[in-house]
T-cell receptor
Framework: SAVISQKPSRDICQRGTSLTIQCQVD?????MFWYRQQPGQSLTLIAT?????????ESGFVIDKFPISRPNLTFSTLTVSNMSPEDSSIYLC?????????????FGPGTRLTVL | DQQVKQNSPSLSVQEGRISILNCDYT??????FLWYKKYPAEGPTFLIS?????DKNEDGRFTVFLNKSAKHLSLHIVPSQPGDSAVYFC????????????FGTGTSLTVIP
């Protein structure tokens, strides 16, 4: 399985500011994913980050709010822009692996964001 | 539109007894299902999976059952241990959607010593 790290692990931010979350994988992967888990909610896919191309955003998420970078095959960043308290959530990056012929998904430890 | 549902937000079980966590899905194209376990302040970790060609997969204390006609899967933990206390998410994917995984809202399991 892939080992995934995220920075920061948690942060408390003021309304209107932006936070960039970093995700590092110990193997080269084609696709990386960014998820959000709001309190009491399921994991929601924000976007898929492909190296060398623009990220693909899911319905309800836009690039201006959640810009993503994918400079190489082991690294990605997600920025939460112009934050509001509604952005308080756990943000997770993940990669998909195929150890048994099917895609399996592995997650980073998450970044717990609190917006005041 | 929630394609994967876990209708029980929480479950408490005595240590040594069986824990049964349930999951329902609506998309008949789903052909691969997974269970994840999540501790507070950590990311979800993969627990066990099952493909649609099977109806049961077992790994130690963990068994996943799949009922395709009912679009239902369940995770059985026997015997339950206090260290199993965590939030459990089920997830589903379909070959035609590639890497898109759909997650349930999670069930918080508490195993009482």
């Amino acid at each position: 399985s892939a080992v995934i790290s995220q920075k920061p692990s948690r942060d408390i931010c003021q309304r209107g500011t932006s936070l960039t979350i970093q995700c590092q994988v110990d193997s080269q992967v084609t696709m990386m994913f960014w998820y959000r888990q709001q309190p009491g909610q399921s994991l929601t896919l924000i976007a898929t980050a492909n190296q060398g191309s623009e990220a693909t955003y899911e319905s309800g998420f836009v690039i201006d709010k959640f810009p993503i970078s994918r400079p190489n095959l082991t690294f990605s960043t997600l920025t939460v822009s112009n934050m509001s308290p509604e952005d308080s959530s756990i943000y997770l990056c993940s990669v998909v692996w195929r150890p048994s012929g099917y895609n399996e998904q592995f997650f980073g430890p998450g970044t717990r964001l609190t917006v005041l | 539109d929630q394609q994967v549902k876990q209708n029980s937000p929480s479950l408490s079980v005595q240590e040594g007894r069986i824990s049964i966590l349930n999951c329902d899905y609506t998309n008949s194209m789903f052909d691969y299902f997974l269970w994840y376990k999540k501790y507070p302040a950590e990311g979800p970790t993969f627990l066990i999976s099952i493909s649609s060609i099977k109806d049961k997969n077992e790994d130690g204390r963990f068994t996943v059952f799949l009922n395709k006609s009912a679009k239902h899967l369940s995770l059985h933990i026997v015997p339950s241990q206090p260290g199993d206390s965590a939030v459990y998410f089920c997830a589903a994917s379909a070959r035609h959607t590639g890497n898109q995984f759909y997650f349930g809202t999670g069930t918080s399991l508490t195993v009482i010593p």
